[in-house]
């Protein structure tokens, strides 16, 4: 099984800075891509940022500009650096990676639990 760790959310005001990280752990052959997703309560999740293991990255509009992701394929992490955080940003955010199991050799999709991000006005 593979398993994903998110931290570093929490209360931030209106223009400051968050430091999402994500770690994943388990039998891990290979991590292909892997993303940030956010959830703002009554909505849908979203997109936010995705990266592949080459490094080639997209973002949703309404973050390009303020967000980076970033990831180190050595130690199986991804990182979302969040600047100029807006009210509109406040949400859980979630951390994806699509695995292959190195005992089943088998594509997964795996999420992480989730941290919550507030961002206050």
């Known amino acids: 099984q593979v398993q994903l760790v998110e931290s570093g959310g929490g209360l931030v005001q209106a223009g400051g800075s968050l430091r999402l990280s994500c770690a994943a752990s388990?039998?891990?052959?290979?991590?292909?891509?892997m993303g940030w997703y956010r959830q703002a309560p009554g909505e849908q999740r979203e997109l936010v940022a995705v990266i592949s293991r080459a490094g080639t990255t997209n973002y949703a509009a309404s973050v390009k500009g303020r967000f980076t992701i970033s990831r180190d394929n050595a130690k199986n992490t991804v990182t979302l650096q969040m600047n100029s955080l807006k009210p509109e940003d406040t949400a859980g955010y979630y951390c994806?990676?699509?695995?292959?199991?190195?005992?089943?050799?088998?594509?997964?999709?795996?999420w992480g639990q989730g941290t919550l991000v507030s961002v206050s006005s």
């Open positions: 388990g039998s891990i052959f290979v991590i292909n891509d």
């Open positions: 994806r990676a699509d695995v292959r199991d190195i005992t089943t050799l088998k594509s997964l999709e795996v």
